[in-house]
């Protein structure tokens, strides 16, 4: 049980309304996340304005694999079986791609080279060495790809530490971070 009290959809406060309506039409549904957000409308807005830029960025299965490699650092099981769900049926990744998104690398080059530089991101606070921006540039991203890839691993970080501290409810097929890929 979560250790914050997430509301029902129908009690999150009325500033949240509008927002958990987007989250509901895109989604078809409002995962627990959004309504544990919707307690701080501001927090709601925040992060579906960073969410929704952010969305635009790199690929969907490169933003995926991120979210996996970051839930799984930070052993945020809530995001790690969200992005697992996603990551299979949104992203397309199979098994043993998400097995070793996970892990931190992928079966694509260019990918692979993207989750090191998101886990160093984690490891070091952003304190990342010349050698780990040589690779990620050697790897092809642009200067605009590396900040998307931090705003990517930022808004991750926000979510697994928001959903470790509650606990909150997974409503999404379970995977566990301690059960490793």
């Known amino acids: 049980m979560s250790r914050i009290a997430i509301p029902a959809r129908a009690e999150a406060p009325e500033a949240a309304q509008p927002l958990l309506d987007a989250v509901e039409k895109q989604l078809g549904s409002v995962p627990n996340l959004f309504r544990l957000l919707a307690l701080s409308p501001a927090a709601l807005e925040g992060f579906l304005g960073l969410n929704g830029a952010l969305g635009r960025a790199l690929d969907g299965r490169t933003r995926e694999r991120i979210a996996l490699a ?49 886990l160093r991101v984690v490891e070091t606070r952003g304190r990342v060495s010349n050698d780990d921006l040589a690779e990620l540039r050697r790897a092809g991203f642009s200067e605009a790809q590396l900040v998307e890839i931090v705003g990517l691993v930022a808004v991750n970080v926000f979510t697994n530490y928001l959903n470790n501290v509650a606990e909150t409810d997974i409503d999404f097929p379970v995977v566990l971070a301690a059960e490793a890929a």
């Not at 809530?78 to 990551?87: D, E, I, R």
């Not at 397309?92 to 090191?116: T, Y």
């Open 70 to 118: 970051v839930a799984q650092s930070n052993g945020c099981d809530y995001c790690l079986s969200a992005h697992s769900y996603l990551g299979t049926n949104l992203a397309k990744l199979d098994a043993a791609e998400i097995a070793r998104n996970r892990a931190g690398a992928s079966s694509d080059p260019k990918a692979e080279a993207a989750l090191r530089f998101a």
